[in-house]
């Protein structure tokens, strides 16, 4: 069962919430915030990505063997 492109998209204003409700924990100004809510994002979305990539790669593997 694929999910479809649209079902993660979904994904984004969680994702973007979530960064700035943690940033604005730390930090009282904006441009931290900010800057600490991008820093999060891209470090989630990053840590997101690796494990999809290594999901891809272990289903590819095990439909080969």
Request: glycine share 4%; aromatic share 10%; with cysteine.
């Amino acid at each position: 069962m694929a999910i479809s492109l649209i079902y993660l998209l979904w994904s984004i204003p969680v994702l973007l919430a979530v960064s700035l409700v943690m940033a604005a924990t730390r930090h009282e100004r904006w441009d931290l915030i900010c800057k600490q809510a991008i820093s999060s994002a891209i470090w989630t979305l990053s840590f997101l990505g690796a494990i999809a990539l290594a999901l891809a790669v272990a289903m590819w593997w095990i439909g080969t063997n």
